[in-house]
């Protein structure tokens, strides 16, 4: 395979997309076609988000990989069910287990992760897949608008927590990854530096832009700190999926018919959720990004810089990776999360 094909190996499945469950790339499909079925035993990974629409896929994926594999979740009952039917059918060898915390607020993350740390002292990939989209008008517990806090500043304190053992995990051979799984509703913002709340001026689609945008800085700067120290950041659109995390959009099945016909070019590029969880499995265990990080994935391919919001072509606004604009929102996370 040429380097070229290395980094889009799906080109040919995505270049006529016919709507969920067609020819593009499942995560599952992923990890077998990447040799990695019990191929990463002794590896930790830890997955938020992990009990319904693509954090359950992906799990299922990475548990395929014989590394033991972490869910994060709010609700122990479901966590449970997910884990159990996962198990059922999983081929990989290595641990499933449960971390319960709620995104919603920082105690109850930092009481989280002590579990975690009681666990395991090894953490090789980090999913940030958790998040909520397009919310009334919300506080978290900690008194942050309720998109910002959840998707980003939740995920911000994970790392910071999780940053002195994803080090210590790191070696030679695999580095250690922290995935940020963000959306292409992040060309709608940038980030609000003097109104990080939107106190004010509070609309729902937004928030989710200016969290989504979040994500990415975010990871961009991890590589920026880190990548030479062991640690990569990515960022990764996992591309239109109809799951719970719409629930705010399409109340009823009927609003998500009727909102499905009047767009055809959505219809041709909506994946179900085991396509959906590929490009951030391929992200978490490719080879190719061995090393690699500040990059925006999608549709198993390095993303572009795009001036216009594309459903067929996608690509990601220049803000996201605007330096300045990394370093300030590091600073101001560090300072909201009580952070060093």
Not at 257 to 283: E, H, I, M, Y
């Amino acid at each position: 395979m040429s380097s070229s094909q290395s980094f889009n190996p799906y080109a040919q499945a995505h270049a006529d997309p016919k709507g969920a469950g067609d020819q593009r790339p499942t995560a599952a499909q992923i990890i077998q076609d990447e040799g990695l079925v019990n191929g990463m035993i002794g590896k930790v990974m830890l997955v938020t988000g992990s009990t319904s629409g693509i954090g359950v896929e992906t799990v299922r994926a990475l548990h395929l990989t014989g590394a033991d594999v972490y869910m994060q979740a709010r609700d122990l009952k479901k966590a449970h069910a997910v884990r159990d039917d996962i198990l059922k059918a999983s081929e990989g060898n290595g641990k499933l287990d449960i971390v319960i915390m709620d995104l919603d607020s920082l105690k109850s993350i930092r009481e989280g992760i002590r579990d975690l740390l009681s666990k395991t002292q090894k953490l090789n990939v980090l999913i940030n897949n958790a998040g909520v989209r397009n919310t009334p008008e919300s506080q978290t517990e900690d008194g942050f608008e309720t998109q910002f806090g959840v998707n980003h500043l939740a995920h911000f304190l994970i790392f910071q927590l999780l940053q002195p053992v994803l080090l210590a995990s790191s070696t030679p051979l695999f580095h250690s990854r922290v995935i940020n799984v963000t959306s292409g509703s992040h060309r709608g913002s940038q980030i609000h530096f003097s109104n990080p709340n939107l106190d004010g001026a509070y609309a729902p689609r937004l928030a989710y832009s200016q969290s989504k945008t979040a994500n990415i800085l975010m990871a961009n700067q991890i590589e920026r700190l880190y990548g030479s120290l062991g640690i990569h950041g990515l960022s990764v659109h996992p591309g239109c999926i109809i799951t719970n995390l719409q629930k705010h959009d399409l109340r009823t099945e009927e609003e998500r018919d009727s909102f499905l016909r009047s767009n055809p070019v959505l219809q041709k590029v909506l994946k179900n959720t085991a396509q959906g969880a590929a490009t951030q499995v391929w992200a978490a265990v490719a080879k190719v990004w061995e090393g690699e990080g500040a990059v925006y994935l999608e549709d198993c391919r390095q993303g572009h810089e795009c001036e216009e919001p594309d459903l067929l072509n996608g690509g990601y606004k220049a803000f996201a990776f605007d330096q300045e604009a990394e370093e300030k929102l590091w600073d101001l996370s560090c300072q909201l999360v009580g952070a060093n």
